[in-house]
């Protein structure tokens, strides 16, 4: 599947942005829909994932009650992001793979997924 994102951009401190992620298809099964990001000099990493198979969704600790992850009836996952602070300024990817969001309660890093999309830029800053 052909995954492509978009929606980011410039916001102030404080500020929201959604992001979308479009697939090329809608896949079925049990697949992990998840956003990562990789800000500069540092490791890419999860920021949030929902499963198919029950639209369970799981959020990085330092996003947690500020971002929210959807997928709608056609597969475009969104992530919701409000409250951001400078911190949150990195270049964001959606990722899909077989299986599950987490396994042992740890999310799955980038090395698991199989399908990526271009990453889309979010600079938090005034």
């Known amino acids: 599947v052909q995954l492509q994102a978009y929606g980011g951009g410039l916001v102030r401190p404080g500020g929201s942005l959604k992001l979308s992620c479009a697939a090329s298809e809608f896949t079925s099964g049990y697949r992990a829909m998840s956003w990562f990001r990789q800000a500069a000099g540092k490791e890419r990493k999860v920021v949030s994932c929902?499963?198919?198979?029950?639209?369970?969704t799981y959020y990085e600790e330092s996003v947690k009650g500020r971002f929210t992850i959807s997928r709608d009836n056609r597969g475009t996952v969104s992530l919701q992001m409000n409250s951001l602070n400078p911190e949150d300024t990195a270049v964001y990817s959606c990722?899909?793979?077989?299986?599950?969001?987490?396994?042992?309660?740890?999310?799955?890093?980038?090395?698991?997924?199989?399908?990526w999309g271009q990453g889309t830029l979010v600079t938090v800053s005034s």
């Open positions: 929902i499963s198919s198979r029950d639209g369970s």
């Open positions: 990722a899909e793979a077989p299986g599950p969001c987490a396994r042992d309660g740890v999310l799955r890093g980038p090395d698991e997924y199989t399908d």
